[in-house]
């Protein structure tokens, strides 16, 4: 089996993020579409720290977040996270912003999610198992700060994008830098996300990287403009055509809505399609659209049926006129000297 050694310690760091301690439940939950070898695993790894891993195997959804709930054994399913420590999603069709997940973390607020999906053994060697964790949490921990403490936002790409916006100091950050030991919501290791004020985003966001659901790799830029944090019209060609029919037949306005707004810096993330990779491609800025929970955008959140993603490639950000990055590079002397050896 390719990468049989390397699976392993991609595995244990999982747990060591997680804090796996002995007597705990780990939940596990995989679709039909993940990666076996990747779900063993981390039960393994699971089991080897004392835990006790409860692995939930289901046939994938036709859809993800809400779209999920008619495919999926919701009360079971609820009351088993509920009732763990922890739960590592490797779904590829994903239970975040399901129904699930929801009532999963309002009867059990203390549980350790982690959001793999479908992490295969390439992406957990590549993302995981070789990456400096201990360097990258210096850089994104500054990073973090910096971008928090700006008022205004501008992003820029060579493929046409110019958009702006104003931070809002009520919504938290999620500094995703491979440190998962607290209660609540975790990703992998490689992004900083956060919501801005949403009636403020202005201006024209050009994917050039991939939209997930419902396209994947985007095979020609897919142009949005966005009116006070709505968008209003999507340009392009057959992807942008079926990206629009597919925001449309939900017939929810909410799937308009610009959700959240991300970097990537992830130093071993390639673009490939998945969603869970794509978005920590290092110097990539991205965005949700659609569904957003109360606790990242509060007090409401973005009430809508389902979410996706889409990446603008090797972005250029300029914090309150202090240019972050450029072309997908750091740009700023002070994050460059934290960057060294981390930047691909």
């Known amino acids: ?55 939930l195997y289901m046939p994938a959804p036709c859809g993800v977040g809400k779209a999920a709930d008619p495919y999926l054994p919701l009360s079971p399913l609820t009351e088993a996270l509920a009732h763990s420590d922890v739960w590592i999603e490797f779904n590829n069709e994903w239970l975040l912003y399901s129904t699930a997940y929801e009532k999963a973390f309002e009867k059990n607020p203390g549980i350790r999610y982690l959001c793999l999906v479908g992490m295969d053994k390439d992406m957990l060697v590549r993302t995981v198992a070789r990456v400096d964790f201990l360097k990258l949490r210096q850089f994104m921990g500054r990073i973090t700060d910096i971008t928090r403490a700006a008022k205004h936002v501008t992003i820029e790409n060579a493929a046409g994008t110019h958009v702006e916006f104003d931070n809002d100091e009520k919504n938290p950050f999620a500094n995703d830098d491979g ?71 939900f017939n929810h306005p909410n799937m308009f809505r610009m959700a959240h707004v991300c970097y990537g810096f992830n130093p071993g993330a390639r673009l490939t399609g998945n969603v869970l990779e794509d978005e920590r491609v290092w110097g990539c800025t991205e965005w949700g659209i659609g569904y957003m929970n109360k606790f990242d955008a ?3 959140g973005i009430d809508a049926p389902s979410h996706c993603d889409g990446i603008c490639l090797n972005s250029t950000v300029m914090l309150d006129g202090r240019m972050i990055l450029k072309d997908g590079r750091v740009a700023d002397d002070e994050l460059k000297s934290l960057s060294l050896g981390l930047e691909p």
């Not at 939940?27 to 409860?54: N, R």
């Not at 202005?202 to 006070?228: N, Q, Y």
Request: charged fraction near 20%; include cysteine.
């Open 1 to 55: 089996m390719k990468y049989e050694l390397e699976i392993y310690r991609g595995a244990r760091h999982i747990m060591e993020c997680l804090a796996v301690a002995p007597g705990e439940t780990v939940a596990i939950t995989a679709d039909t579409e993940s990666d076996e070898d990747v779900v063993k695993a981390c039960a393994a790894m699971a089991h080897a720290a004392g835990a006790k891993p409860l692995v």
């Open 179 to 249: 440190s998962a030991s607290g209660s609540g919501m975790h990703f992998l290791g490689g992004q900083i996300s956060w919501c801005p004020k949403f009636d403020t985003i202005e201006g024209r966001i050009v994917f050039d990287g991939s939209i997930t659901p419902p396209v994947g790799l985007l095979s020609a830029p897919v142009e949005l403009i966005v009116e006070k944090g709505v968008i209003v019209d999507i340009k392009g060609g057959k992807e942008a055509a079926v990206f629009r029919n597919w925001l449309s037949s």
């Open 298 to 300: 509060p007090p409401h």
